[in-house]
């Protein structure tokens, strides 16, 4: 390795530890241990799939760490740990107000080092990723710059390259989040064994139907340009059946770990 990469990567590292904090001691939640927190039964989708005690996750767009949380429950319930990505600010620290048994970054993943990042109340993402349509109806916003990384840079800190499950929801960055790891993705640097993915879009006044299809077209394309993921299933509010495109998530599953369990690919009509 070449003096000046090596500069690099420690610079990079000492950046990472300025806003990356380590798992804390426990607290405890006044909830019961049954207590689920995803908007779409995520949590439970996850651990349907793969059921396991121990896993590690990663949340990227974890806002407050409770509110619509997809790991809190296989945190508490199933003593999973993870790494929670937030790029907000005021959302970091009251996720570090809980005490989870988790790392916490705040910062965001991507191939740059900073990014301009938009917040307001619940609703936040880095300027450049979020629609247009969104952005004209958010007022009185406030805009801060935020540092950015390289995921494989950051797990190499942790030590952690398998994911059990992979919570993405970013306000219409996911693409943009996953083209920044695509090599690690291609070349199995990092493996991902179930990932949820948020591809709805909102105009700030209704349902954007037509970039919610393109964003799913979008998430679609780039995994079977990954190779070795498959589609599982697409997740709504309430356990509905909608049209292709009308939901809120899509799960991929690796398709080497989904094997490993089961005879058929998801569906049911292919032989692993």
Known sequence: MDLTRASNIRRATSEIWRNLMKPQSKTSFSESLD??????????????????????FIEMGAYDGKVHSNTLWLERKH???????????????????????????CACVSNETEASFIMRKEVGGV????????????????????????????????????????????????????NSMKED???????????????????????????????????RAFFKEVGGYVEHS????????????????VVFVYMETWCKHNGMLPGGKIKC
């Open 35 to 56: 207590q689920h927190y995803s908007q779409s039964h995520q949590d439970q989708t996850v651990y349907d799939i793969f059921p396991q005690k121990n896993g590690f």
């Open 79 to 105: 003593n999973w740990t993870g790494l929670l990505i937030e790029g907000n600010p005021k959302s970091c620290r009251s996720i570090d107000v809980l005490h989870r048994q988790i790392w916490r970054l």
């Open 127 to 178: 300027e450049k990723n979020m629609p247009k349509s969104h952005l004209v109806h958010l007022n009185n916003f406030q805009r801060v710059k935020i540092p950015c990384f390289n995921l494989r840079d950051v797990l190499t800190i942790i030590g952690v390259f398998h994911v059990d499950y992979f919570s993405l929801d970013v306000e219409g960055g996911e693409i943009h989040v996953l």
């Open 185 to 219: 993705l291609v070349s199995r640097k990092i493996i991902v064994d179930v990932w949820t993915i948020e591809y709805r879009a909102w105009s700030g006044q209704k349902f954007d139907w037509p970039t919610g299809n393109e964003n799913l077209a979008n998430l």
């Open 234 to 249: 697409q997740l709504a509010y309430e356990s509905q059946s909608l049209p292709d495109g009308r939901y809120l998530d």
